[in-house]
């Protein structure tokens, strides 16, 4: 296998979430030496809360409408820790800047002789906080030598707006066994945070829906009583997420309204349920219609009218929804795989040679 890395650390900036580790265990399974480190696990450098605050009450004292961050973490443990293991590749999972300062991150890599890549999975959670995106932007992208990002959308931005290093790779998931139960007792879930664009969607199919997630109950003013009655604020992860998959008739997916608005919506959760087997009905873009087929292997929307009815149609046509369902994880398997995206994108990327 041609670009095989001699050894990858994993930095991983969204521990909360399993990701990143999914990565180490899909490179394990392909042969590749694996380390990693979950950042927000770390001890973090003395006093920085306080250290934290002054810093930023004095650069808004010179820049107000500039961003400052004090790092949370100490560089020189991070040292210590690529001489011990002597990584080839340093691959960063999300973001680094609010652990390590982006130039000392460089500096490090450069010291230990080791490529620093990103895998840029949460770039569109900043399209709100605009500071904080322009600090990412011209502070942390630059310092990398390749930079995988999850959606077309932000490789563009990326590529030819910034000239930078990157290429598109669209998420994976672990694969899963496929969940068909003989009884499902929802009839449409939805697992996210609360968001207004998901709010409005939902309420035309309040009396079908079961959501859970968190940032629910501090917008109930905006919801109606019905809807509020479905909700149950809470983040569900892991076997807890597993068992409500394989209890839904229908898994409903709809993109927050950043993503929406930057014309991507390929996230996590998409694959996720096709590695569960479940039946995916998620907003339309063209991203997902280039990696999956429609109506065959997943279900789309493009509007509150269109989303009512589907959810209609498919509680009422069992055998239409499992077939897709069938589908969907089937092409899954195919493709879409952590080991799949290594093997397609991630190794040729990483080839010395190329």
């Known amino acids: 296998m041609t670009g095989m890395p001699r050894k990858v650390l994993v930095l991983d900036g969204i521990g909360g979430v399993p990701l990143a580790r999914d990565l180490c265990d899909a490179f394990s399974t392909l042969g590749v030496a694996t380390a990693y480190l979950d950042c927000l696990a770390q001890k973090r450098r003395p006093l920085h809360g306080i250290r934290a605050a002054y810093d930023k009450a004095l650069n ?4 107000r409408d500039g961003f400052s961050l004090l790092p949370k973490l100490v560089e020189r443990d991070l040292e210590a820790l690529l001489e011990r293991e002597s990584p080839s590749h340093i691959l960063v999972v999300g973001f680094a800047y609010k652990f390590y300062d982006p130039a000392a991150l460089r500096r490090l890599a450069d010291k230990a002789g080791a490529a620093l890549l990103l895998y840029d999975t949460d770039s569109c959670n900043l399209y709100s906080r605009r500071r904080e995106f322009i600090y990412f932007v011209e502070n942390e992208l630059p310092v990398y030598d390749l930079i995988f990002s999850f959606s077309k959308a932000t490789t563009r931005l990326f590529r030819e707006s910034r000239k930078l290093n990157a290429v598109f790779l669209p998420f994976g998931a672990k694969p899963l066994k496929a969940m068909a139960r003989a009884e499902k007792t929802l009839d449409v879930l939805f697992v996210g945070t609360c968001d207004l664009r998901r709010i409005f969607l939902i309420e035309g199919i309040r009396d079908r829906v079961t959501i859970y997630g968190n940032r629910w109950q501090r917008n109930f003013p905006l919801m109606s009583d019905t809807l509020r009655s479905h909700i149950t604020d809470n983040t569900v992860w892991g076997e807890e997420l597993y068992r409500l998959q394989g209890e ?15 014309e991507t919506g390929v996230n996590l959760r998409i694959f996720e349920a096709l590695a569960a087997g479940c039946f995916l009905l998620t907003d339309h873009c063209d991203e997902l219609a280039e990696l999956f087929s429609v109506g065959k292997e997943i279900e789309t929307y493009r509007s509150s009218v269109e989303l009512a009815a589907k959810v209609a149609h498919y509680l009422n046509n069992p055998e239409a929804r499992l077939a897709i369902a069938h589908n969907g994880h089937a092409a899954f398997l195919a493709g879409h795989t952590w080991e799949a995206r290594i093997r397609q994108l991630l190794l040729p990327a990483l080839d010395p040679r190329q």
């Open 60 to 63: 808004r004292q010179s820049d």
């Open 248 to 262: 839904s008739k229908i898994l409903l997916n709809i993109t927050r309204s950043d993503f929406f608005g930057a």
